[in-house]
């Protein structure tokens, strides 16, 4: 445990109200050392949250949380946050079933006023605190703290365009810059501009001349205006955000707290427009291992504090993202159309390793969902063959554009769809659930989940194959099964399945991922003395008809597994099942999915219990659809 004596005095945040500078900085201090701490033993988001820890301590000093609202975007900075806001007694819960989000999270504290997790949100949600208090009479302020990489995605402009005109009282926008991609050097210059232009004396002056020029005619108040704006743009930058309609301040030292909080005062005085403060920070700030590190430790598993090393397990089987990585590269090298696009997740969806093979052929578009997919159209529109990697929660932000703009024009776009299903300890903002039932909806679609690795890559050389429509292949979070994968693999057969395990009572037909757990529900059954057969679907659209009436007409009872939400799989199926009329002979169906609720965080095996989608589960499913006693088919 960290030695953090002023801390210990922190509950909430008006307990730093009286705080002088020396003393948030030593708060500071010390609430990056216990976030430190706290991280080691639970994992999580590290870089970032260490990166705002100034600014964090900075807002909650000078703003009145929680009746002024502060927003933060994504959410994965928030741990400082939620130190300061109550939730310090519970911080070693994060991610842990039962425990703290890693995200903001509107049902666990009221310091939360909006859930987040996917970015961009924070302005858009802020315009709408705002204007709601302006239609109410109120007078509390509202604030949201974006970083430069959500500001690559269109919807923070949407809502900058907007602002303006949707409040007519205080606003405020943090951008945090931490990685240089928009500040110039900053330093003490730059601090003392910034102090000017937000003070009292500057915004007296600015609006005794604004009552004069109100007076003038319309296109004498229209140049004084903008002679008031190219000046100080002039001296401090900030001109775009100046044509959206912003009070631009910045850019200024975020971990600079002698500045950082007279700044933020000043600004939260001005009332006549939005403000856009812009504040550069550094991810990691303040631990070693994390500011030596290439990505800053943005997330970790458990690690040793003094030496920074992550305790990450050792596996046989290599993780889902690197079969597709390296398999994706196999191709690439024999097809120089083969293109790869991502939005803002090289690493994640183990493009990098594509990148690094094939720099000219990787377009990581920033968090642009949306501009990726229709990118990727347009690659395919002029004859390449794009791979759009992005997962599976987050091409939830880009399906209008998978209709229109792929579907529609049966433009050949691969979709490889990462982190599908359920994703442990990141919950349910980054749980996969959606994607058999919004893309299994599209015309033309090929639609495919892998079992194994193997399958995976036969999935990919299938996609790629496929030059006259669209294609998608899902595939989970973590490691593979361990099965080998053949030095190129060929293609399958689109809209064809395989029976895995012969049997004569019941039929477990699972798609993608709980392939091994139905295996496991069908050793179960046979202790029991029910037969059961297991088949791989393989494709949720075209569905393998023959094999699923085949299935229907040889058993007793029929279960569909899937690790998809409700009306994904099991309703295609259920939906041929009786568009042939094999519900008439009286066929049980069971169809398991993904529960109707959004899951909390928690280990992989207990989720899976809780979803029903354990081998314990299925068997008992199957016991049920066929009359025999549930518990004489499931384990002990």
């Not at 975020?254 to 005085?269: F, Q, R």
């Not at 919004?438 to 090929?446: E, R, T």
């Not at 040889?554 to 899937?562: D, G, M, N, Y």
Request: aromatic letters at 6%; one cysteine or more.
């Amino acid at each position: 445990m960290s030695n953090t004596p002023l801390l210990d005095t922190v509950k909430f945040p008006a307990d730093t109200r009286g705080f002088d500078i020396p003393q948030l900085k030593q708060l500071a201090d010390e609430v990056r050392a216990e976030t430190i701490d706290a991280v080691s033993v639970t994992g999580g988001h590290l870089g970032a949250g260490l990166g705002v820890v100034e600014l964090t301590v900075a807002l909650h000093h000078v703003f009145e949380t929680p009746q002024d609202i502060l927003i933060w975007d994504v959410g994965h900075q928030c741990y400082p946050h939620k130190i300061l806001t109550g939730r310090r007694d519970r911080i070693r819960t994060l991610r842990q079933g039962g425990g703290l989000s890693g995200f903001t999270k509107r049902s666990e504290s009221e310091y939360d006023p909006f859930g987040a997790a996917h970015a961009s949100t924070s302005i858009s949600a802020a315009l709408g605190f705002a204007a709601a208090r302006d239609a109410k009479g109120g007078n509390n302020r509202v604030v949201a703290v974006i970083g430069d990489g959500s500001m690559s995605a269109g919807m923070a402009y949407e809502a900058m365009n907007n602002a303006a005109e949707a409040t007519s009282g205080q606003l405020m926008v943090i951008l945090n810059d931490n990685d240089m991609s928009i500040a110039p050097p900053v330093g003490g210059m730059s601090a003392y501009l910034a102090k000017q232009v937000s003070g009292g004396t500057y915004q007296n002056i600015r609006k005794v001349g604004k009552k004069f020029v109100d007076h003038m005619p319309r296109p004498f108040r229209d140049a004084a205006r903008k002679a008031e704006e190219y000046a100080r743009g002039m001296i401090v930058g900030g001109t775009f955000f100046e044509e959206l309609g912003f009070y631009y301040i910045g850019p200024i030292d975020g971990h600079d707290m002698e500045n950082l909080v007279p700044i933020l005062k000043n600004a939260a005085a001005i009332t006549d427009r939005p403000v856009l403060v812009h504040v550069v920070t550094q991810k990691g700030k303040g631990y070693a291992p994390a500011e030596s590190s290439a990505d800053k430790l943005h997330a970790v598993v458990k690690f040793d504090v003094v030496s920074g090393k992550q305790a990450k397990a050792v596996s046989n089987a290599p993780s889902y993202t690197k079969v597709f990585g390296t398999e994706l590269i196999k191709h690439a090298q024999a097809d120089p159309t083969i293109m790869a696009v991502t939005a803002a997740m090289p690493s994640g969806t183990g493009l990098d390793l594509f990148g690094q093979a094939f720099p000219d052929r990787t377009f990581d578009v920033g968090i642009a969902e949306q501009h990726a997919v229709t990118f990727a159209a347009g690659l395919a529109a002029d004859g390449m063959k794009p791979v759009c990697a992005i997962y599976s929660t987050f091409l939830q932000r880009g399906y209008d554009q998978v209709v229109h703009d792929v579907a529609i024009q049966s433009l050949p776009v691969r979709f490889a769809m990462d982190r599908a299903g359920l994703v442990g300890a990141d919950g349910a903002t980054h749980a996969g659930s959606f994607d058999i039932g919004f893309m299994g909806a599209l015309p033309g679609m090929v639609l495919m989940a892998a079992a194994d690795e193997a399958e995976l890559a036969a999935m990919i050389s299938t996609s790629l194959a496929i030059d006259d429509r669209p294609s998608a292949f899902r595939y989970p979070r973590g490691e593979g099964v361990g099965v080998d994968i053949p030095e190129l693999a060929a293609p399958l057969e689109i809209g064809k399945g395989r029976i895995v395990r012969e049997g004569t009572s019941v039929a477990i037909l699972s798609l993608g991922t709980r392939l091994q757990e139905s295996l496991k529900a069908a050793d179960l059954l046979a202790a029991k003395g029910v037969s059961a057969t297991v088949a791989d679907a393989r494709f949720a659209k075209p569905l393998d008809a023959d094999l699923i009436l085949r299935l229907a007409r040889e058993h007793e009872a029929l279960i569909t597994v899937e690790e998809g939400a409700m009306g994904g799989f099991g309703a295609f199926v259920l939906q041929l099942l009786a568009e042939k009329g094999a519900l008439d002979a009286g066929l049980k169906v069971r169809t398991l999915h993904l529960p109707d609720i959004f899951q909390d965080q928690d280990k992989p095996e207990i989720m899976y219990a809780q979803a029903g989608l354990n081998a314990e589960h299925i068997a008992a499913a199957a016991s049920t659809a066929l009359g025999v006693d549930a518990s004489r088919a499931v384990r002990a």
